[in-house]
């Protein structure tokens, strides 16, 4: 097909594209207005630059800490997937120890069930160990998933069986082998596991609404809810606090991209 | 060297022997890389289900503790109405998510358009709400839809149609929701659409246009029937999504939402009564119910997809 | 977690540059004690609130006192489950509905053996309120301060509308007329902000009417009572006449943030959202005493108290704290930054000159004729559904009478509950 044809295509998509950009343009746009521009009608189109929102965002609670308190929490809960994930894959897929195609099928039984039934005695656990309103409280149970799990056993199974056959025979343990020949060349697949977790975590919001009910402790997200209670209309002040609240992450996907498209593409090729 | 380059090298010079030895242990080592992980998803979720199902027999006092109760609590979560309103609300946002299964195709099929250029740009632009904040997308929303100053109805304006309180309004508020919804799945659908696309193999287009097949009927006659196994795991996905709604619903309809009654879902419900008002056990059993549900869905959207999937 | 991989944790915040690592644990090792003081309301009190707890800690240098603000919405959710894990605040604020659950529940510590032998004087708040913090003859709480309704006006839409501003002698009749008169759908101005709230507003009216919201004897509602009915209905009136926004639309916009930016001439609300009318520029507003109904004048009277956790780790520290907030210091500072009525006797003229542009004295007026906010045992029990009943009665096409019957029903069986 010649390029000439392209057009319509670049018309449509391009038409497309606005109108599923148009909510983060307001949401700039209203970040920058004043109160009284912000409900005239109609609309302001050129703000005033009122930068008092996001001042008024720090002020009306601990965001800063709020921002550190995600970026732990979401650090906290990748590295620990990708470890245990990767390291319980690895064994899944290439190691023979009596019982685990039932273990493996057990743990992957976590994925049939809704995370309601978790949630209670979750709770209760965080509770028993004293986490509640802590950093631990918030991580811990977010550390180990079954999809994690299946997704790399999944990678590790497409890598070719003469890599560690050869490493093995070598006299190397398998722990060794998976450190320093597996898991180097599962750096696609943890990338992507990688991404989808990070993003997971960040956006997360009914856990921290349970265990951390101290503003100081809270992620963005139950921090976010909160401010939406307190100023309950007053939309430039919400505009500013969500666009602060959302960027870090929207920029981990504009970097990352590619290895988020192909997690997805994973979970829908399974 | 890669690890890839050494490992073959190094199996060149193997001996069956050492092979022997290794099998011998590995066990301990399967064992041992397992425990982590085994020991984490046990504790934190397989063990909770076990007692999620006990807790789900028990009553529980605001402040924590527990007495067996027997099937009291499933009677009343059977006959209370809000939970059938609930599950309403839920299979009604379910079903108008899957509307936005069609133009996940559609944007999917141009931007599998041979010769496109920026696709990555367009698609970073599709995909932008799938990452953002669930909070953060509820209020930009909630301001959109704003009955006097949103943007919506300043639009609607022009075509001299007066615009209500979107979120407010009981009549509106969960066909709102669904939009926002659709809104927040169309990139990641797209993606997964994407993908099924690409594995459809091209000699089949080519064989097509030889015989003169127009773009539209290559669209339905291939692509279309090819791609039914995604649009098949897309739909189970949204419904079972659907199913799990929560994050928007709390956030937008607060105590005092006029439109409250009319839009909680199952989750959002459970939320309240395990976390609000505390009775932990009333909401077990609502969520073993929950289990019970999206089991049985599951089952039913299996047995129909032999109708209509055609796996290549 | 292990002590090692949680100090891999804090490296990370340290790296991140921002969440400390400090232990939940209030306690530290030269004897100082932080206690956790759990409030709602930053807008109006937060700066007499870190006022008080600074004063505390210069008269107290070992007891460190850390505010925690949670939004009025979430407050009581985020309490209750903070209480059932254990990890509530030392201190928190206490209100009429809640109190009764919280101390038979045995969340609270009582306080009455404290009190009688630190000799606090309780004759020095008013008796209503102490007489509300009381379960079975224990004190559980100190009254903090006292609130009343009254009737906010913009006094620029009064005189651009030329109707002459409310006085003491006003009468339903005479906020419908006005609301008539001040009603302008082009410019968006309101007369009157009807929105579903029950103290600031159809709780007053309820009383206005004759009406009651539970029987004395707790056991019965009064949602089926035609006076009671009577109280809703005048709301109901204004939102059909359109003097009103709807509640659709007092949903999106907060009917407080449409009376600061002039949409509203006329709104019911409580002495306690003064400062922020006080400070919001361009607003040019007075208050007058609640407009008399059918039967005479009325307006509730609510107070908050200052409540212990029972399971505090600290019971000594914040009994000292909590006595420190039954202080005449600590009522002058609430008194002079005008955040609220302060409870104890004699500084109500201090908080009355506090704004001087506000006839703030029309809350203390009223005191003669106020009536308490209505409660019993398990408040929350009713008065959830009950917001939920009355929002769905104040929207559009629905019949007060009938969502009024049906949730006197309902709020009967919770009642009954109670033991």
């Known amino acids: 097909m010649r390029s000439g044809r392209l057009w319509p295509v670049h018309l449509v998509l391009a038409v497309g594209a606005a109108a599923m950009v148009m909510p983060f343009f307001w949401q700039v746009l209203t970040a920058l207005k004043s109160f009284t521009e912000a409900t005239r009608m109609p609309p302001v189109w050129i703000p005033s630059f009122e930068w008092s929102n996001f001042a008024e965002v720090f002020e009306a609670g601990p965001f800063l800490r709020q921002f550190g308190n995600t970026v732990v929490m979401t650090a906290g809960r990748t590295l620990a997937q990708l470890l245990f994930c990767s390291l319980a894959a690895y064994a899944f897929a290439r190691l023979r120890f009596p019982g685990r195609n039932v273990i493996f099928i057990a743990l992957l039984s976590v994925l049939m069930v809704p995370g309601q039934l978790f949630l209670i005695p979750q709770y209760q656990i965080v509770q028993s160990l004293g986490w509640l309103n802590t950093l631990p409280g918030l991580i811990v149970p977010g550390m180990f998933s079954a999809f994690g799990t299946f997704m790399m056993r999944q990678f590790f199974m497409t890598l070719p069986a003469e890599v560690e056959e050869a490493a093995r025979l070598d006299g190397a343990n398998p722990l060794r082998i998976f450190w320093s020949v597996m898991l180097p060349l599962a750096r696609p697949g943890l990338l992507a596991l990688g991404v989808l977790t990070v993003l997971w975590s960040w956006n997360d919001l009914m856990w921290p609404l349970i265990v951390n009910t101290d503003p100081e402790q809270m ?24 666009l602060m609240a959302s960027a870090p992450i929207i920029v981990v996907f504009v970097i990352m991209q590619k290895q988020l498209i192909q997690g997805i593409a994973f979970t829908g090729s399974k | 060297m890669s690890a890839l380059d050494r490992a073959v090298a190094v199996r060149a010079a193997a001996r069956p022997s050492a092979r022997r030895r290794l099998r011998d242990r590995e066990w301990v080592w399967g064992y041992a890389m397992i425990a982590p992980l085994v020991l984490g998803l046990g504790v934190f979720y397989l063990w909770p289900v076990a007692q999620s199902v006990y807790y789900s027999f028990t009553e529980w006092t605001l402040f924590g503790d527990a007495t067996w109760i027997g099937l009291d609590n499933y009677r009343q979560v059977l006959t209370d109405p809000a939970n059938a309103k609930a599950l309403r609300n839920t299979f009604l946002y379910g079903g108008l998510t ?13 931007l599998g358009t041979r010769g496109l250029k920026l696709v990555s740009f367009y698609r970073t632009l599709y995909f932008l709400p799938v990452v953002t904040m669930p909070a953060a997308v509820a209020m930009i929303w909630s301001w959109l839809y704003n009955g006097d100053y949103g943007l919506i109805n300043y639009a609607l304006s022009f075509a001299g149609i007066e615009g209500t309180s979107w979120i407010a309004d009981p009549d509106t508020a969960l066909y709102a929701v669904a939009v926002v919804g659709i809104w927040t799945q169309i990139g990641y659908n797209a993606v997964i659409f994407m993908a099924g696309l690409q594995s459809i193999p091209s000699h089949l287009y080519e064989a097509a246009s030889i015989d003169g097949a127009g773009r539209v009927r290559q669209f339905f006659g291939i692509t279309l029937p090819l791609l039914s196994p995604s649009v098949f795991f897309v739909s189970v996905l949204s419904v079972i999504n659907g199913l799990q709604m929560f994050d928007l619903v709390y956030l937008l309809f607060r105590k005092g939402n006029p439109a409250r009654e009319e839009t909680q879902t199952v989750v959002s419900l459970f939320f309240s009564r395990a976390f609000e008002e505390g009775a932990k056990g009333y909401a077990a059993a609502m969520a073993v119910v929950l289990m019970l549900i999206t089991l049985a869905l599951t089952v039913f959207q299996f047995r129909m997809q032999k109708r209509w999937v055609h796996y290549a | 977690m292990t002590g090692k991989a949680w100090a891999l944790v804090c490296a990370g915040a340290l790296v991140a540059g921002l969440a400390g690592c400090s232990s939940s644990d209030g306690g530290s090792s030269d004897g100082k004690v932080t206690l956790t003081y759990a409030y709602w309301d930053k807008e109006n009190q937060g700066a007499a609130m870190e006022k008080i707890a600074r004063e505390f800690t210069r008269t107290h240098p070992n007891i460190e006192v850390k505010l925690q603000f ?19 605040p030392d201190v928190f604020w206490m209100n009429g509905p809640r109190i009764g659950l919280y101390a038979s529940q045995g969340a609270l510590l009582p306080l009455s053996d404290r009190i009688a032998r630190d000799k606090v004087d309780m004759t020095k708040f008013p008796k209503s309120l102490v007489d509300l913090y009381t379960l079975d003859g224990k004190q559980y709480g100190i009254p903090k301060d006292f609130d009343t309704i009254g009737l906010w006006y913009n006094k620029k839409l009064f005189d651009a509308a030329k109707v002459d501003y409310p006085d003491e002698n006003w009468t339903w009749d005479d906020v419908r007329a006005a609301a008539k008169k001040l009603t302008d759908p082009a410019k968006g101005v309101y007369g009157i902000g009807a929105m579903a709230w029950p103290q600031e507003l159809y709780y007053n009216t309820i009383f206005q009417a004759g009406g009651y919201v539970v029987s004395d004897d707790k056991k019965k509602s009064g949602f089926d009572d035609p006076a009671t009915i009577e109280g809703l209905k005048f709301w109901k009136d204004l939102l059909d006449q359109k003097l009103s926004p709807t509640v659709q639309q007092m949903t999106d916009n907060d009917p407080i943030e449409m009376f600061k930016s002039g949409r509203l001439a006329m709104w019911y609300d409580g002495s306690y959202d003064a400062p922020q009318y006080f400070r919001t520029e361009g607003l040019d507003a007075d208050v007058a005493p609640l407009p008399a109904g059918p039967k005479g004048r009325a307006t509730v ?8 956790y029972a399971k505090t780790r600290h019971p000594q520290e914040a009994w000292e704290f909590v006595k420190f907030l039954a202080g005449e210091q600590a009522n002058r500072i609430q008194a002079e930054t005008g955040a609220v009525i302060p409870a104890y006797e004699g500084l109500q003229e201090t908080w009355v000159k506090s704004m001087p542009k506000f006839n703030l004295k029309a809350f203390i007026d009223q005191l003669p004729y106020a009536r308490p906010y209505p409660v019993s045992k398990n408040t929350a029990a009713w008065s959830r559904p009950e917001l939920d009943a009355m929002t769905k009665a104040f929207t559009e096409g629905q019949d007060v009478e009938a969502v009024a019957r049906e949730f006197a029903a309902t709020m009967n069986a919770a009642l009954a509950q109670e033991k």
Do not use: C, R
């Open chain 3, 301 to 308: 009277i609510h107070g908050l108290a200052n409540v212990i």
């Open chain 2, 98 to 110: 899957l509307l936005g299964i069609p133009v996940s195709i559609a944007v999917a099929a141009l």
């Open chain 1, 219 to 242: 992620p963005l997200s139950a921090g976010l809810s909160a401010l939406q209670g307190e100023h309950m209309t007053d939309y430039p002040v919400l505009m500013a606090g969500s």
């Open chain 3, 70 to 88: 949670t939004p009025n919405k979430e407050y009581w959710t985020k309490l209750q489950t903070a209480a059932a894990g254990g990890t509530a």
